[in-house]
C-alpha cells in the first residue's frame, strides 16, 4: 500500500478538504497512474453531497482522470512507463457477463466498480481523482491522444463519453435535428460531437447568456427555455433531445418538441423522480431513455474522435484549493465549461 495526497469530502455539508489515501501495491496488470488533471464533474456534487443517498465519508471524488504511467506490472502489454493515459467513471467489471463481453462495462450486470464511492474486488473503498495517484487495471486506462493537451483530455473521460455515446447510440448525424438541454460539462461536449457527427444542432439553456459560446462550438440554433415561444415554436421538432441538465425539469414540456419517432434521452441525473405523462409519448410514438457514460472502447472512441475533429472541452483550470469554490459555481451553472483540478496543487 501507498500513501497519497488527496482531497476529499468528510460529510454532506462540510467544505471538502485534505485527506491521506492508500493506492493498492501495483498487481501483474495494474499501472500506476501519475495524476495530472482531473475534471470536474456535477456527479462529483450530487455524490458527496448524498443526493443520491449511500455515501461512505470521507470520499475523494473525481472521475474526469489524465495522467501520466508511473509504473506498470508483469503482466501488463497495453501501457508502458511514460505513456499518456486517461480514466473515466469506472476502475473494472466482471469482464465475463455479456455487457462485459459486448463492451458495455457501465452495464455490467454484476455492477461495474466505479472510480469512486465503490468498494472494490479487494473489499476496499475506491478513491477518485482529486488525488495524485491511481491504481487500475490497465484495461480499465484509455490512451490519450497526443494531439490533445491532457488538461482538456480529462473532461472527456466523463463529459465526453456521456454525450457521445447516446449521440452514437441513437444515431446523430446529417438529416438529424438533435437538441441538447443545458449548456454545462456535458451539453458543451455534446454540441460539439453532434456538430461533428454532422447533425443540425439546437441548444436549449435557460437564457441566451451563453448564446455566442454555443454558436461558435457549432450549434446551428440557440433558445432560452425561460421564453414560453420557444416551445410554441419549436413543437414536434426534434428527433432526439438530450437532457443533461442537474435539475428537475417539466419533461412533457419537452417530449412535446420531439417529432414522430423521437427519443429524448436523459443524461441528466436529478436526485427526484421526473413525471412523464404517458399522452406525451403515445401521441407521436415517442420514446423517453436514459443512458450511462460508455463503456471503455468508445471511450478510447470519443477520445480518437476528438482529437481528430479538433474537438476540445473549454476548461477553467484552477488549484485543489479552490475546489469549494468551483463546486458552488457548478450548482450556480455558472461554469464556462469545465473546471479542471491542476493536480500539482495538491503536492503542496
Ligand atoms: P453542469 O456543468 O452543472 O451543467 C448542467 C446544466 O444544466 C447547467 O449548466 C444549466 O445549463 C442547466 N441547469 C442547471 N440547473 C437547471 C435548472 N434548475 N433548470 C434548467 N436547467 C438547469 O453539470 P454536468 O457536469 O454537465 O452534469 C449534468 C448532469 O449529468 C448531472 O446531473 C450529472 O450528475 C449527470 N451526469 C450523468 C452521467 C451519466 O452517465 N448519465 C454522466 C455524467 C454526468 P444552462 O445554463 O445552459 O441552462
Ligand atoms: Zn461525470
Ligand atoms: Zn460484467
Request: glycine share 10%; with cysteine.
Amino acid at each position: 500500500m501507498h500513501d497519497v495526497h488527496a482531497y476529499a469530502a468528510f460529510s454532506a455539508t462540510d467544505p471538502l478538504g485534505p485527506l491521506t489515501i492508500s493506492r493498492r501495491e501495483v498487481g501483474p496488470r495494474d499501472i500506476l497512474i501519475d495524476i495530472k488533471y482531473c475534471g470536474i464533474c456535477h456527479s462529483d456534487i450530487h455524490h458527496v453531497r448524498g443526493d443520491w443517498g449511500g455515501v461512505t465519508y470521507p470520499v475523494a471524488p473525481g472521475h474526469e482522470i489524465a495522467g501520466v504511467v508511473a509504473a506498470v506490472g508483469d503482466e501488463v502489454t497495453r501501457h508502458t512507463v511514460g505513456d499518456r493515459v486517461g480514466v473515466g467513471c469506472m476502475v473494472d467489471s466482471c469482464r465475463a457477463c455479456p455487457s462485459c463481453q459486448k463492451g458495455e462495462e457501465q452495464y455490467c450486470h454484476h455492477g461495474a466498480t466505479m472510480t469512486y464511492g465503490s468498494v472494490d474486488r479487494y473489499g476496499e473503498l475506491t478513491h477518485g481523482g482529486y488525488s495524485t495517484h491511481l491504481v487500475v487495471p490497465e484495461d480499465f486506462a484509455v490512451r490519450i491522444p497526443e494531439a490533445l493537451d491532457l488538461s482538456v483530455a480529462a473532461p472527456i473521460l466523463c463529459a465526453g463519453i456521456t454525450t457521445y455515446s447516446p449521440l452514437r447510440h441513437w444515431g446523430a448525424g446529417p438529416g438529424k435535428k438533435v437538441a441538447i438541454v443545458g449548456m454545462g460539462g456535458l451539453g458543451h461536449m455534446a454540441v460539439q460531437l453532434a456538430h461533428a457527427m454532422g447533425a443540425e444542432v439546437t441548444v436549449l439553456s435557460q437564457t441566451l447568456n451563453k448564446m455566442q459560446d454555443g454558436l461558435s462550438l457549432g450549434a446551428d440554433h440557440y433558445h432560452a427555455t425561460s421564453d414560453p415561444e420557444t416551445f410554441k415554436k419549436l413543437a414536434n421538432t426534434f428527433d432526439l433531445i438530450l437532457n443533461t441538465v442537474s435539475a428537475r425539469l417539466d419533461l412533457n414540456a419537452y417530449l412535446s418538441l420531439l417529432a414522430v419517432d423521437g427519443t429524448l434521452v436523459n443524461v441528466g441525473a436529478p436526485s427526484e423522480p421526473l413525471a412523464v405523462q404517458v399522452f406525451s409519448l403515445l401521441m407521436k410514438r415517442r420514446s423517453f431513455a436514459g443512458s450511462l457514460i460508455g463503456g471503455i472502447c468508445e471511450t478510447q472512441e470519443v477520445l480518437d474522435f476528438c482529437a481528430e475533429h479538433g474537438i476540445a472541452p473549454r476548461i477553467e483550470l484552477i488549484p485543489t484549493q479552490k475546489i469549494n469554490e468551483a463546486f458552488e459555481r457548478v450548482l450556480a451553472s455558472d461554469v464556462r465549461y469545465r473546471f479542471v483540478i491542476d493536480i500539482s496543487t495538491l503536492k503542496k
